[in-house]
T-cell receptor, first 111, second 116 residues
Framework: KQEVTQIPAALSVPEGENLVLNCSFT??????LQWFRQDPGKGLTSLLL?????REQTSGRLNASLDKSSGRSTLYIAASQPGDSATYLC??????????FGSGTKLNVKP | GAGVSQTPSNKVTEKGKYVELRCDPI?????LYWYRQSLGQGPEFLIY????????DSGLPNDRFFAVRPEGSVSTLKIQRTERGDSAVYLC??????????????FGSGTRLTVV
């Protein structure tokens, strides 16, 4: 069974810092990797999706990379802002889009 | 619709009662998924529908849990004889196609179920 691990579990940084969130997975036979954001008491908002044939995706201040062979992905957030405070979830899927999620990284950006 | 809609947003029920949770996916999305998220954890897969049929129900924890999608759009997750351990956020997601989908998922806001 696919196991997804996210490190760190929690992170607190001052506003303006660049930061990296890590995700690792045990089975490299994936089709998609998707990063989500979850605000307290809310559902999941998709941030970036990387197909297995891709190495990275960028959206604004966010950049996600994928190293499928080593089972790793990173989410880079540039110039962090207090509004970035949320839990960030990494999920990988094989066929049929059945996703396996990590437990998330809870980010707090201090003003 | 414009997004995945889940109702109710919150549900409090007594232990032993029956509950139904509803998911209305994005119009035209053929694949529909149910996940359960416990506090401090990532979502865990419950069941996946392709059209009207349950293509994979391997994540349903036991026979108290059942889900239907009779017309291939709206889905209902049904929980019988609820237990306190069923308390969680139940998330629904839909996608345009099920297999090798380059667009990923769109999630609803979830139903927070509390069993007292």
């Amino acid at each position: 069974k696919q196991e997804v691990t996210q490190i760190p579990a929690a992170l607190s940084v001052p506003e303006g810092e660049n930061l990296v969130l890590n995700c690792s997975f045990t089975d490299s036979a994936i089709y998609n990797l998707q990063w989500f954001r979850q605000d307290p008491g809310k559902g999941l908002t998709s941030l970036l999706l990387i197909q297995s044939s891709q190495r990275e995706q960028t959206s604004g201040r966010l950049n996600a990379s994928l190293d499928k062979s080593s089972g790793r992905s990173t989410l880079y957030i540039a110039a962090s802002q207090p509004g970035d405070s949320a839990t960030y979830l990494c999920a990988v899927s094989g066929n049929f889009n059945k996703f396996y999620f990590g437990s998330g990284t809870k980010l707090n950006v201090k003003p | 619709g414009a997004g995945v809609s889940q109702t109710p947003s919150n549900k409090v029920t007594e232990k032993g009662k029956y509950v139904e949770l509803r998911c209305d996916p994005i119009s035209g999305h053929t694949a529909l998924y149910w996940y359960r998220q416990s506090l401090g954890q990532g979502p865990e897969f419950l069941i996946y529908f392709q059209g009207t049929g349950a293509a994979d129900d391997s994540g349903l924890p036991n026979d108290r849990f059942f889900a239907v999608r009779p017309e291939g759009s709206v889905s209902t997750l049904k929980i019988q004889r609820t237990e306190r351990g069923d308390s969680a956020v139940y998330l629904c997601a839909s996608s345009l196609t099920p297999d090798r989908n380059p667009y990923g998922y769109t999630f609803g806001s979830g139903t927070r179920l509390t069993v007292v």
